[in-house]
């Protein structure tokens, strides 16, 4: 009878053993799945938001194709600002959809731990287990036990005993291999979040500068259709003289200076001249570029608060530093590369170089401006930025084409 009821008991604990994955809880389900839940809120309300976006870049391109008018240009600028409000909530939607995914994450950090935990404390209690009947001496299984059936009995279960401890270990290796890529994934989205931050601190800043932008270009808004007239001549007088003045420049130094030579070895890929954490306002050639009118966009924005060290996106030859101070023309300073690649960077507040010296990759040239009635903005800026341009032969091409 008591040999029966060790065996029955030996099995029982095998069968507990089995059972005991099968059965551990599920600890914050509901928490989990209300994370889940607010996550595709979140992802929701960006697409509707995104909706709206394209919606307001219509209007500015419907807008765009009717005449110049100093109405029409309040309407550009006025659905730039509600645009970049939007943009701002949505970015808001993604830091918070970040800290809602770093929080599930951290949830699944927490119940593999404890799987991991209740996995370690079962194969302890299975070594305990094969301890005590490996202290036993067959001999002695032999003389209490009633049959020698029930001696292999014994021994068949220490056997799946020692299987089952296995699989354990097996399971904590798989828990040891999900725990490393889950806090993997928690220090990405960390850093991600740190990033959105950053981006969102430079949308906010620029975003302030750009609802003052009316003004700062045209005066108060009950400028005269006249005045504004007369502001577009001299906009796209000015831009045209940059323009040439570009060309003409980087020609003659191609025809004086051999700088294939002097520069080679740093050509093709270029770098970004300011980290384009705070993005891209204005695309090469943005078909929503509130200033279309006035002539193409050559290059790209990229946002960046006042100051920014601005550096040379490849080693080159100073064309040209140009100090626009308060005038119409933005300051700007142009590198020629040994690739029949030059590269423009426009509306500095500051210049830190000298025509008709070389610099090297890297080294700052001058610093970021763009904010509206400062040096070196020029008229038609909206905002602080980093206007970028990289010309092929003397014409504009998407620098996007030449960054990593």
């Known amino acids: 009878m008591q040999s029966n009821r060790r065996k029955n008991f030996s099995r ?68 730039n600002i509600n645009k970049a409000e939007l943009e701002i909530r949505t970015k808001e939607l993604e830091a918070e959809q970040l800290k809602l995914e770093s929080d599930l994450i951290a949830r699944e950090i927490e119940a593999e731990q404890k799987r991991q935990n209740d996995t370690l404390s079962e194969i302890a209690r299975g070594l305990r287990e094969i301890k005590r009947y490996d202290d036993r001496r067959y001999l002695e299984v032999l003389l209490t036990e009633p049959s020698f059936s029930s001696v292999l009995d014994q021994l068949y279960f ?29 220090r990405e989205k960390y850093d991600e979040a740190n990033a959105k931050k950053e981006n969102l601190a430079i949308l906010q800043t620029t975003f302030e500068q750009e609802k003052r932008a009316k003004e700062g270009l045209f005066g108060k808004t009950k400028a005269t259709e006249g005045e504004f007239q007369t502001l577009l001549q001299q906009l796209r007088a000015a831009a045209s003289a940059i323009d040439s003045d570009i060309v003409t420049i980087e020609k003659k130094i191609r025809e004086r200076l051999d700088l294939a030579d002097r520069l080679a070895g740093d050509t093709g890929v270029i770098s970004w001249p300011i980290p384009p954490v705070g993005g891209i306002s204005a695309q090469f050639h943005d078909p929503d570029y509130p200033f279309r009118y006035l002539f193409e966009h050559a290059g790209v924005d990229i946002r960046t608060p006042q100051g920014t060290p601005v550096r040379a ?92």
Do not use: C
């Open 313 to 404: 996106a490849s080693s080159g030859y100073v064309a040209a530093a140009f100090n626009g101070g308060l005038g119409i023309r933005p300051s700007y300073v142009m590198l020629v590369h040994g690739n029949q690649l030059s590269t423009v960077y426009m509306h500095l507040s500051s210049i830190s170089v000298r025509p008709d010296t070389f610099v090297a990759r890297g080294d700052v040239i001058g610093h970021s401006g763009g904010t509206p009635r400062t040096s070196g903005a020029g008229r038609w800026s909206t905002g602080p930025h980093l206007h970028f341009e990289t010309r092929l032969n003397g014409v504009p091409v998407n620098p996007l084409g030449y960054l990593p």
């Open 12 to 79: 029982l604990l095998v069968i507990s053993y089995w059972l005991l994955v099968a059965a551990l809880p599920v600890h914050g389900q509901s928490s989990v799945l209300d994370l889940n839940d607010s996550i595709q809120a979140k992802k929701q309300a960006q697409r509707e938001l995104q909706q709206k976006i394209a919606e307001y870049n219509r209007k500015i391109r419907e807008t765009q194709r009717k005449s110049a008018s100093l109405k029409n240009q309040i309407h550009i600028l006025d659905a």
């Open 158 to 186: 220490s056997e799946r005993l020692v299987t089952h401890l296995r699989d354990k270990l097996s399971t904590i290796q798989a828990i040891r291999q999900i725990l490393t890529l889950n806090r993997e994934n928690l």
